[in-house]
């Protein structure tokens, strides 16, 4: 029988979707905490007037698939015929040697004539001419609904922009958000707030009930010292062999992306010079990246090739670029991007790093926490279309602020001071920027680590500069997100 038989296709879609012979989905492969991704996709699919195809973009381990198997139990749930829904994995051999509209074929010869069916496409970005099919199906075929997933969004989002526009939606799914993660690690501590409590609400509130809420969210503080360690792969969270974790982390996560994923999607021929550029941005993670540096630190390795492979860094989402913000009406010329790796896990597996040295190192600490508070933002306002990146003002001395949320109408500014002790000087650029008025700040943010420091700098500025502890302020922002605020 030859490897690429129909009968052979057959059983591996039998073998993909048990639900085909037992009415349901096995306990083992639906885990119970669901994601926002989950919600925003079942939202989607489920749409009553607007018909769209979802696509789910994120890294390797994230947990997408989880999420199209929960949207699976869900169409079963609600009485969905289950021979109707089909789940497959383009990563597998046999299916290389298929394209999409040739396996769709199949299954509705052989498994599922109807014309309404649910069709689940893990890691689609191997299949030949995938998005060219999908807009096939959704102009010719009403009844078919599609969700895919992709580790390599550059793939996934410029099929998108091709040949997507009003036929499906990319939905990113980031890691773990601290929020996410004190639910999936089942944290007994977990506070009950008021659906209107969010970050930049605080502020107007009065002291007796901003003291209530810290005191709601402080015993959050010691689990969010292990959430900036392990970071927020599902996996890690619940693991209790952290050395384990990360050698899974390097195989199935980093060394998959940078020795195949991208290669193969992008024609690189050797894939040394990706590897070194990555571990120089893993040295270099929170800091504003020169390529001409790099450049020099890999032997005249060309900045157009460095400026590509950075790109496709963070298209392969192992890594987040910042770009700087221009206040004040202010073009930016010559833009140099702060770079952070897109989860602290990630960034320890590869430079090797001991969890407990790291919770020990303030710098490291610092660090990880800005990166954790830019991964926040930048997901959170994601769904807003509103620019995430950095503001820093050249002179004798410079000024910095990490993280400024750029809306049409004005800007929201976070500044990480996760230390001991943090001092704001008078002249420090979120104290200049929050006195401005043509500046258009919405909301300034003091990033900060102890329990104890929260509430309104005593500096009389048009906008309040609010404190708050990194553990609070992001979990405040997962509870927002949960009750639908995007501002």
Known sequence: MAITS??????????????????????????????????????????????????????????????????????????????????????????????????????????????????FFDEIQYADDWELYLKVFYDSKPHIYITATGSASPVIEKGAGDSGVGRWNIIRVPTLSFYEYCKL??????????????????????????????????????????????????????SDDDFGSQRILREDVVDKVLKRDIPSLFNIRNSSILEKVFLYL???????????????????????????????????????????????????????????????????????LDINDLVSNPDEMGLVAETAVYKHLASFYYPSHASVGYYRKSGQVPKEIDVVVDYPTGRILSEVKYRENPVIKQDDAIVELANSEK???????????TSDSYGILPYKTKVPIYRIPAYAFLYLLGHAEEKGYRG
């Open 185 to 238: 690690a089942c944290i007994k501590d977990v506070p009950k707030l008021n659906i209107d409590v969010k970050p930049t609400s605080l502020a107007s509130m009065g002291e007796s009930i901003q003291r209530e809420i810290m005191h709601l969210l402080e015993p959050l503080q010691k689990h969010f010292t292990r959430y900036l360690a392990v970071g927020g792969f599902p996996e890690l969270v619940l």
């Open 6 to 119: 129909v009968e052979n296709v057959i059983k591996l879609l039998y073998s993909y979707n048990p639900w085909w012979r037992v009415g349901t989905m096995p306990l083992d492969m639906v885990k119970p905490t669901k994601r926002f991704a989950y919600f925003e996709s079942m939202r989607w699919l489920e749409h009553t007037s607007v018909r769209r195809f979802v696509l789910l973009s994120g890294a390797r381990r994230v947990g997408k698939t989880t999420i199209m198997y929960q949207m699976i139990q869900s169409l079963l749930d609600k009485g969905v015929p289950p021979k109707s829904i089909l789940y497959v994995s383009f990563d597998h051999p046999i299916l290389k040697f298929y394209s999409v509209e040739e396996l769709v074929e199949i299954y509705t010869t052989n498994v599922y004539p109807e014309e309404k069916c649910w069709l």
């Open 282 to 352: 893993c040295f270099n993670s929170s800091n504003i990246i020169n390529t001409s540096t790099i450049s020099k630190e890999l032997d005249g390795t060309p900045r157009a090739t460095i400026d590509s492979y950075i790109e496709f860094l963070e298209r392969a989402n192992l890594i987040y670029r910042s770009m700087p913000v221009g206040l004040a009406g202010k073009m930016i010329l010559k833009a140099a991007p702060k770079i952070y790796i897109s989860d602290a896990a990630i960034r320890n597996a590869v430079l090797m």
């Open 439 to 449: 500046d258009k700040v919405l909301a300034a943010i003091v990033v900060t680590k």
